[in-house]
């Protein structure tokens, strides 16, 4: 209810139950500190408060005023940094009128000035501001500098802050001087306002004539600063402290994000330039011992470079080198350029850094899960100093890791390299190029990955646990600070008291009563120590009370500047104050001033973590880009003496930012995409989160739109190249990895044996982390990485199912098999992706892709049956020796076919890499050669029942046109050229005799021109649609028998069990049917199912058991299918004239293919094809099918020309050349032809008597004795018909 | 300074931090709110995008059944 009053109690335990809640989150965390919602609170006044310390000092609280007006310079004087680091040239997008004539140009000029004012306009200010900020610097120098003033102590503060100005003249004179952009904006803007006569009165003129000026002086703003300061009186001196305060901090380390660290170092750079000058001499002051040369010296040894604003970088010892009394000898180890600096070397503190984060790491989580499984409302003090010291830790270890990073990256952009350094570089690479992309060696990039890496994953685990660090730093700071004032002090004030040190006594008194928060509310009154009295035996007692709470700003300002001011090597007077205090209490007060410095960094946690953690400057290249304004320098490559002519071509590109090539972001995150390094990939979302920080920045410092659209626009790039990039490489990671598996093994070993090349497996990659991402931020959007690359990876593999078929499709019927394969790895890759990916069902895909799911025939049964008919049918050749087809090499009836090209494909669309498109190419290269079993069971498993079914149908429709086309046509052309009767000669006229006979008889025939081509090949057809249907089915069956096997065990069919003598199988056989019972498909879907799926179950179950019971042939209906289309009279002519037989009529087809296999068995010369060669046994099966089919096949046998010669030729032996025919070979090929007969007459026969019993086809048969002839009754036959058996069991 | 000027600035004092504890306690209470938006954000979106997941697979699903189904015709 909105009128309910909600308590604090009430609301924070409310809060406090939000942790009770369980956020699943199931991704493993390998991104950046992901958070939709960032919260900081910020409680730093700039002094706003100092009035309200009335009990402090009061020079201090002045102080602090001065602190006040000196940071908001500084603050403004970052936004004009900001601004012309961030200017863009304007001018170069204004139209420049031609001449002076141009009508227009008023127009021009007009809107030149109204656009370019507002620019302008935060010139002047620029300059105003320089101007002030200078006068206000030297004022503050000058005052500090009196004579009177300089024995006092200047605070630590003060020192810094006046040395955060040097570095802002520093930056803000280096980038004016770098801007031409400005420069040149603001002189298109005079032309056109003086034009325009805009700037009127003289004081406008004046203005516009002295910005001018200052834009165009170089080093106008150091100049003038050092002009100024050198007008003042013993400003050396200060200076000296002020560099001298920056190289104690440097050195003990007290400072905190790099950006301080970096500042230390310039302003002793800087400082040191100031200093020198005709009136002092840097290197007498070193003498005096009031610098330390050499100390400093090693600082701008270590750090030779440092960044200076964005991408610009300095090198802080260049100051020093151009100074006045620059003496070498002072400054050996900077200008040795002998060594390099470590800065440079990332390689060197990589060990330590690993170290540092491996320990610090495990001391982080063992603390983590302490505190996150054991309740403690507050630790003790002890554990909440320890607590606040690891957070003091971690983020020190940060903002080292993060000045490595950035020292390395300013130190490279300085030393950009070149063609020579780098043999990768091209000669004609880019400024920008030269320091970024080629200047870093893959070891360099892969460091500079991990340290990143270390930087944001310790960035997230600290910020996770960020209540609980604040909670103990507050306790623990608040403890120290009232323990120190209210304990520890009381000593020190004693004693003061007692000795009548009034200075020493009030400065404490402040600093207690500025902060001390008493028990009672006041200063226990009755304290001894207030009077100087020791306590009494049994002490004084004081609570000091505990709060979870930290000083403010100003208060904890006041009280180190105060206690500052105690231990003072300076004061005011003539001694000072630290010696009237006592050695341990001094030791005491500067232990607590040291640590009391991190305090505001460990109060503002959540600011100090992001400046540690601060990467952004890694994008900005600003510098770089107002460098080549857009230009392309192309050098003169051409190899021959270079003259003048070929100065460099300046071209001018349209564009504003680089390349993402160059952008370190991308070339990081790419190395690892391109290394595909394991250990790194893990790391691969850390680089991008680069881009995350730029972004940051661009909207929150340099609050620059068109940043932040550049830093999106190169985003959106980058990260659909990275999505890209990473699904390929996933793919082809599994790709390669189910081609691994699937690969031969025996093939792998003699592969490694023969040392050819070694198919190693695919290296483990941890892409399954990357693949569980399911939201990434980046630029506050989320990503789900999963879903993205499950798209890409889902088009992937139906492309590869896709190109799989389209390969298929581009090859002859031998293809078949490596499609299989290539089918079964894309299977396999599926089901290893799916385990991550939610991919399409594989079965859906494959029918997609072979376009299967709206047309009942894929691509693949239509392509098999296009091979059939156009390529296997006409051009193969059987031999039933190999029971296999191979192309026919001779003579070729029809057209070569054209198949389409296939497709062009990247290796992991097929095997997954060169090496093992290479090893599969290799081994299914074997099976191009032939069609046999493989390919006629790959085609089963491939065409599936309904595609066989189709191919048969088909075949069997190309068949029937076959026979009542163009055999028909044949037949009844050769009947004619038939003798009208041709008998069985006699034995008397010996072999050559009854060759002679045929010969003479078949003269038509033999010289028929197109029978031995044309009709022959269109037998072979009809007998290679036999084979094929026949080999199919063979196959088939086995298939099926496989099947049966697999289903076997779910059907309650067992192998019989082994038994012993004396065990009886039919227990044995009961025992393992009760053991095997859970895997019985019907009795468990019976007792667990619905009757429906019980009934489906059940009519499973049939189905498979009946499915070769009847033993249903596929062969036996096509052979009759094939006996319907033989209905035309011609085949069998007409009936017998003696009411039983024909036999030496020759009216029906048998006789005519006695002729053509008379023809056929006529051998051929050496230089011609024989009928195997060029039409294989297709053309028996043929004639003999029709032969068969027609009823004919006793009739052929008994009474075929060609058997007849054999017959006679095996009784008299003869061999002579009858009319240019070899009768021995002639012979020899007739018996061969007749074996061949024999087995596809068996064949045949199998199927088409299966069905009949031998009683009915014995019942149904007329039995006629031939009369045998005594010269035939010992005549071996070489085939024994049923009937001839039978006749000779029952004679 | 009187005493009890100085004892109205130390009583000041202290009020004025047990008014910075208060402010504490509530910023560390915005900041506790802030985490668990942020990781019921988290946790809500890796879940969202299970369940996107799951009907984009069921609805390419049907989009193929319904393909197999009508042999290319639509639905009506």
Redesign the interface.
Known sequence: MATDKVTLAD??SN??V??E?T?????PCIEAQ??????Q?N?DTNFEDRN?F??GIAKYIEEATVHASLNELLEEGLEHAVMLYTWRCCSRAIPQPKSNEQPNRVEIYEKTVEVLAPEVNKLLNFMYFQRKAIERFSAEVKRLCHQEKRKDFVSEAYLLTLGKFINMFAVLDELKNMKSSVKNDYSTYRRAAQFLKVMSDSQTLQESQNLSMFLATQNKIRDTVKENLEKIQGYEELLADVVNICVHMFETKMYLTPNEKHMLVKVMGFGLFLMDSELCNINKLDQKKKLKLDRIDRIFKNLEVVPLFGDMQIAPFNYIKRSKHFDVSKWALSSSINSMSPQADLMVHLPQIREDHVKYISELARYSNEVTTTYKDCGSDIENRETAELALRGLQLLSQWTSVVTELYSWKLLHPTDHHMNKECPQEAEEYERATRYNYTDEEKFALIEVIAMIKGLQVLMARI??VF??AI?RNIYAELQDFVQLILREPLRKAIKNKKDLIRSIIVSVR??????HF???P?ADPALKGKKDPDNGFGIKVPR???GP?STQLYMVRTMLESLIADKSGGKRTLRKDIDGQYLIQIDQFHKTSFYWSYLLNFSESLQNCCDLSQLWYREFYLEMTMGRKIQKCHVRHQHNEECSDLITMEKRIQFPIEMSMPWILTDHILRSKEPSMMEYVLYPLDLYNDSALYALTIFRKQFLYDEVEAEVNLCFDQFVYKLSEQIFAHYKQLASSILLDKRFRVECLAAGAYILSYPRANRYETLLKQ??VQLLGR?I?L??LI?QRINADMQKSLDLAISKFESGDITGVIELEGLLQVNRLTHKLLSKWL?L??YD?MF??ANHN???PYGRITLHVFWELNYDFLPNYCYNAATNRFIKCRGLQFVQPVHRDKPPQMSHHYLWGSKQLNLAYSTQYGQYSGFVGFYHFRTMCKLLGYQGIAVVMEELLKIVKSLIQGSLLQFTKTLMEAMPKVCKLPRYDYGSPGVLGYYHAQLNDIVQYPDAKTELFHNFREFGNTILFCLLMEQALSQEEVCDLMHAAPFQNILPRPYCKEGEKPETKQKRLEVKYSALQIVPNVDKYGTAKQAMVAKEGDLLTRERLCCGLSIFEVVLSRLRSFLDDPIWVGPPPANGVMNIDECTEFHRLWSALQFVYCIPVGDTEFTVEELFGEGLHWAGCAMIILLGQQRRFEALDFCYHILRVQRVDGKDENVKGIHLKRMVDRIRRFQVLNSQIFAVLNKYLKSGDSDASSVEHVRCFPPPIHPSLAHVQQHYHAPEYLRQVNHP | MS?TH??A??????Q???N??Y???I?????????????????C??RL??L???L??LE??IE?LE??VT??ETLT
């Open positions: 609301a924070l809060v406090d939000l942790d809640f956020m699943p989150d199931e991704q992901p958070c939709s919602v960032v919260y609170a409680f309200g009335v009990t960020e209540t604040v909670d507050r009563e500025t902060c001390a928060d008493w509310g006041v200063e009154t709060r979870k709470v403010s399911r939201h989320s789900d999963n879903k499950t939610a399409d069902e859906a029918r997609e799911v709206l047309a | 005493t100085r004892e600035i130390q009583k000041q004092i202290q004025d931090w047990a910075r504890e402010i504490e306690v910023t560390g209470s915005i900041k506790k709110i802030t985490d668990f938006l942020n990781s019921f954000d988290m946790s979106r890796s995008a299970v996107n997941e799951k984009t697979t390419r699903r193929y393909a197999c042999k290319g």
